[in-house]
């Protein structure tokens, strides 16, 4: 595997507030924004929806304006064991209290979830969250159905006019299928390293997009052992695709030592302080 610049990582956060406590997170992502590692990948909702809680302090401690990447389209569990969870893992009362703000009156599988009135509700509360950071780009979630086109569009003049781009994370290949025929249309498309592998040649026709890769180290068994690709073909392709290409990146979820040893191998100058004293499965 190449050597890759901290530019191309997005650092993923879905375990920060609950595999990694929020102290540590912030610690972790102290030690990262030094090394060169200033983008972050968030949700409202990940883990007991402390995630945005922790990117915050971290931008305030550090004084640096991180970027952060958030999301519409999770929901918070409501199962009691979920909101058990919620409560052990809350730094205060007062954020306890604020996260439950996402609590839905509505399926995600249905097309209302996915209006133009929930989008600006969610956008403009993760920017409240994250009052010391910077949002770049608001994703539509891994939307249960075909998404992009005219509506869609409108959607992205909005949340402009908001200071923020709108794109799609985990899209159906229809969605895909729309962005070929589109070329005219700019946009950040995140996709599952899996799906990656499984669409490489349709992906490496879209014109216009940028393709940022989650999971990259969480799909390697699946993708070797159901498509059948070898570990030569695995390293050519990543380096085709990515090396030298900043524009394109790696979304890697940071949720144990494991993990932070693994993104330090793909670093051309790995820094040695980027490390979790809690020695935890990645």
Same mark, same amino acid.
């Given at each position: ?25 912030? @610690?972790? *992502? =102290?030690? !990262?924004?030094? +090394?060169?590692?200033?983008?972050? &990948?968030?949700?409202?909702?990940? #883990? ?112 402009? @006019?908001? *200071? =923020?781009? !709108?794109?799609? +994370?985990?899209?159906?290949?229809? &969605?895909?299928?729309?962005?070929? #025929? ?101």
């Amino acid at each position: 595997m190449p050597n890759f610049n901290p530019a191309q990582f997005v650092i993923g956060t879905s375990a920060w507030g609950s595999r990694i406590p929020v102290s540590r997170a912030v @610690s972790v *992502g =102290a030690a !990262l924004v030094d +090394a060169g590692f200033a983008r972050f &990948d968030s949700a409202p909702t990940y #883990r007991s929806s402390y995630a945005h809680y922790a990117l915050n302090r971290l931008a305030d401690k550090t004084g640096v304006e991180i970027t952060v990447d958030t999301k519409h389209g999770q929901l918070n569990e409501r199962s009691l064991r979920g909101i058990a969870k919620k409560i052990l893992r809350a730094p205060s009362l007062g954020v306890l209290a604020s996260s439950f703000w996402q609590q839905p009156s509505r399926d995600r599988m249905s097309e209302n979830f996915w209006e133009t009135d929930r989008l600006i509700q969610v956008y403009l509360m993760s920017r409240r969250e994250l009052n010391h950071a910077k949002i770049d780009v608001f994703y539509y979630h891994a939307p249960p159905m075909p998404v992009l086109g005219p509506e869609f569009s409108a959607f992205q003049d909005i949340l402009a @006019s908001q *200071g =923020a781009i !709108l794109d799609i +994370a985990e899209p159906m290949m229809e &969605d895909l299928l729309w962005l070929r #025929r589109h070329p005219e249309r700019r946009m950040v498309v995140q996709v599952r390293f899996v799906e990656f592998m499984r669409h490489y040649e349709l992906i490496r026709e879209l014109e216009n997009v940028d393709v940022w890769v989650n999971g990259i180290f969480r799909d390697q068994a699946e993708i070797r052992g159901g498509l059948g690709i070898n570990s030569s073909r695995f390293h050519r392709i990543i380096s085709d695709f990515l090396v030298g290409h900043v524009t394109q990146k790696f979304i890697v979820g940071i949720n144990s030592h494991v993990s932070v040893c693994r993104l330090r191998t793909l670093v051309s100058e790995p820094a040695t302080t980027i490390l979790l004293t809690e020695q935890a499965g990645g």
